[in-house]
């Protein structure tokens, strides 16, 4: 694998954060390597403090839906690492800014984040220091419920959508169980068996054991 992962749970509901970066990343100018970042919960120190010790700088912080555990974070990294742009399924963008839609205003948090620096569409290809990564609608949890796919690497990011023996929770506002399990069978279940999965909760699995042992999906 060229491809480093770093699992970070955070924030109340142990929500895996996670960095990604090249293993033969070059550094910059300043000694920093690029990395990306996937979902950034609340209670965010942790990741900053694994980002410096490492001398990491995030480019991207890429989300997979729009519920506060998942953005609750990004005000602090941003205020820490400026430069770092955050992708959002274009779908959710209106949660960034919307405890309601959110649904940390259930919690009483009030979480609000930054707005989206870019939209993400199903389909969209993006490219982590010429690694090929793909944009897969993944929605049913939420309206844009997203996973990240990178093909060379066999990984795949599932947020809430796919998890260890589970799937996202659909009794919510805008969730949507029927369309979730069509979505989870049509691009997750379709990878290679080997895939392994770095859900929003929980252990990371594969998607061969998903498929013949995932409750929901038999």
């Not at 300043?30 to 996937?38: A, K, L, Q, R």
């Not at 729009?66 to 955050?86: A, M, N, S, V």
């Not at 993944?138 to 023996?165: N, R």
Request: aromatic letters at 6%; glycine letters at 10%; a negative charge.
């Amino acid at each position: 694998m060229t491809l480093h992962i770093h699992t970070i749970p955070m924030g109340p509901l142990d929500t895996n954060c996670y960095v990604l970066w090249p293993a033969d990343g070059e550094a910059n100018a300043s000694g920093e390597t690029p990395c990306w970042v996937v979902d950034v919960s609340m209670w965010s120190k942790p990741m900053v403090e694994f980002l410096r010790k490492n001398h990491l700088t995030p480019e991207r912080a890429l989300l997979t839906h729009g519920h506060g555990d998942h953005i609750g974070g990004l005000t602090y990294l941003r205020e820490q690492f400026p430069q770092t742009k955050i992708y959002c399924p274009a779908a959710d963008a209106d949660m960034l800014q919307s405890p309601e839609l959110n649904l940390s205003a259930t919690f009483l948090m009030g979480i609000v984040a930054p707005d989206a620096d870019e939209l993400l569409q199903p389909g969209d290809e993006m490219d982590l220091a010429g690694l090929p990564c793909r944009v897969l609608d993944t929605s049913g949890h939420t309206l844009g419920g997203t996973s990240f796919y990178c093909p060379s690497e066999g990984v795949v990011f599932t947020g809430d959508s796919l998890f260890a023996g589970s799937i996202g929770r659909c009794d919510i506002p805008n969730g949507d169980h029927a369309r979730l399990v069509r979505n989870i069978r049509e691009q997750l279940l379709t990878l290679p068996d080997e895939t392994r999965v770095f859900p929003g909760h929980g252990p990371e699995t594969t998607i061969g054991r998903e498929k013949t042992a995932n409750p929901f999906l038999q």
